[in-house]
């Protein structure tokens, strides 16, 4: 079976694709530096699927440390998560969104380049849409009127990697995601908040644990049945498996030089009163909130087109919004049990 090298692995969405890939007979080698995530997300992975996961501690704006990796190591395809993420820190400090996730990706295709790995799945968003006025989403809408530097780091990513793939016969694949949600549904994996969360879900979660008092549903005025602004929620096991068809294609495909964006979402609209009725039937708990203001720079309205996934990787979103909120319930309460309490290291190759 192929070996897949799986940047950002102990990340939420790297997580659960790693533990899909091999469940799938892949075998897996994950790098991370843990910037934004934990040893235990690793322990956990490797606790569902029984196995020791192969792991080096590596920043890849080091481009030592990752060339190391790729002299010890022979990989059949990338999936390439590592990156900062967070809209409002970026708007504090682009040039920590810059450095890292530009230098990341530039670093990371030096090394493929003179190692000859020539497959490589690439983390993008729906961000790089920013403001269009048209919904369903299609990945041949214009894309770069960004809002932040963390959505202009996407879209200039997704530019390097398409002149990178084209003139260095490479054969790199950009899934551009749109709000994922869920956890696993051991209870296990999940997102560990940092922080007051900024994102909706992570915050009804810190609600319903009581840790916050209220949600602040920003905006009821939106031109949308209740008011409140609609967005594409997936799953995040569904998002791992729209990666295992990237990864799929990507090694089965004849042609050896290609660049290819592909939306993964459901394709389905969700406001944020529909998505606290969702959390209050799957937990049997109220979510108090307020309305307040809309948030500066929210669209009204997104949600992806998904016949381009559909037709060419045969993916389709297939778990509910209900199922999301159940299992970030399970796994928020396995995190009010084990508390979030400091790491112990982990084992490195
Ligand atoms: P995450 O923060 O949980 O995971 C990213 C991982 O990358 C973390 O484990 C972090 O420690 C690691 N990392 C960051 N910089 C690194 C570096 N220089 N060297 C090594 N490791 C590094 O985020 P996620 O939600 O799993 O997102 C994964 C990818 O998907 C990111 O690129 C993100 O921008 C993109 N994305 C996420 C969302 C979302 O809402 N979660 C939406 C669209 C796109
Ligand atoms: C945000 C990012 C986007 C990123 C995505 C990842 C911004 C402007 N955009 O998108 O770049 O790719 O996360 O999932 O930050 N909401 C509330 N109350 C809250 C939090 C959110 O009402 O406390 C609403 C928002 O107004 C929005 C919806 O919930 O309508 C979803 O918000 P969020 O989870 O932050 O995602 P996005 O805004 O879609």
Redesign the pocket.
Known sequence: MANVLI????????SHTAVLLSQEGYDIYI???????EPSALRAVEKIISKCVQFSE????NSEELDAVFSKNSFDAIIH?????SVSESVGDPLKYYN??IS?TLNLLNSMCKYNITKLVF?????VYGKCETVPLAEDFPIGQTTNP?ATS?FVQELILKDVALSNNLNIMALR?F??VGAHTSGLLG?KPRGIPN?LCPYILQVLSGKLDRLNVFGDDYETADGSAIRDYIHVVDLAIGHLKAIEKLLCAESSVSYDAINLGRGVGVSVLEMIKSFESATGRKVPYKIAGRRQGDLPVSYAATDKASAELGFQAERSIEQACLDLWRYQEHLNKTGTSKEQSVREK
């Open positions: 940047t950002g692995g102990a990340g939420y969405i790297g790098i991370d530096n843990f910037i934004n995530s590596v920043d890849l704006t998560f590592a990156g900062l993420k890292n996730n990341s983390s993008s968003s729906a961000t963390y996407k995601y709000n994922p997102e994102n």
